[in-house]
């Protein structure tokens, strides 16, 4: 059985239908959100998109329709075009743009779309309540390597991730492995 594919599965001419380059505003509190956000921007090799922590002191860049209070609820991204998008369509587009395409593909296709569309906002409301060991294995081991590996092997070392300059505002994961007694 083949399903469709998303309308945004090719960022290589993405630019002409107004998506990327594209903002990406996320919560650098959460655990969770910050290692996939580093993941996602040791991936971005492209430079497709910008990450904005909205969680820094002094933080004000809100798109447009959008509060604090909306952000911190919803992961939410800002298209070249101006659109803004939330929930689990913006994390299709955030991977899509980082060369994840098959995941974009994946969480588009038909019943497993609803399901992420319903289930992401569950996730992003309790995301505090994911112990950080978990937050750990899920998102610093085996993802975090691979990530390591698509954006240079030598990407992260001595507890220190190494981003591309371009990226403004980004505050990486100040140890992405820490000392599993530590917490």
């Known amino acids: 059985m083949r399903f469709p594919r998303p309308r945004f599965s090719a960022p290589a001419g993405a630019a002409a239908d107004g998506v990327y380059p594209l903002t990406v505003f996320y919560d650098g509190q959460c655990p969770i959100c910050l290692a996939e956000m580093t993941n996602l921007m040791l991936r971005n090799t492209a430079g497709l998109m910008r990450f904005e922590d909205v969680s820094r002191p002094g933080f004000s860049s809100f798109p447009p329709g959008a509060d604090m209070p909306a952000l911190m609820a919803l ?62 294995i899920l998102f610093e081991t085996g993802l975090r390597r691979a990530a390591e590996r698509r954006a240079g092997a030598s990407a992260c070392r001595s507890g220190q991730c190494e981003l591309p300059a371009h990226q403004p505002h980004v505050q990486p994961h100040p140890n992405p492995h820490p000392n599993p007694h530590q917490e």
């Open 75 to 136: 992961l939410h991204v800002q298209c070249a075009d101006g659109r803004v998008i939330k929930g689990a369509e913006a994390l299709r587009l955030v991977y899509a743009g980082a060369r994840l395409r098959g995941l974009a593909w994946l969480m588009s296709a038909p019943g497993l779309r609803q399901l992420a569309d319903w289930s992401y906002p569950i996730l992003a409301r309790n995301r505090y309540r994911i112990p950080r060991p978990v937050a750990r």
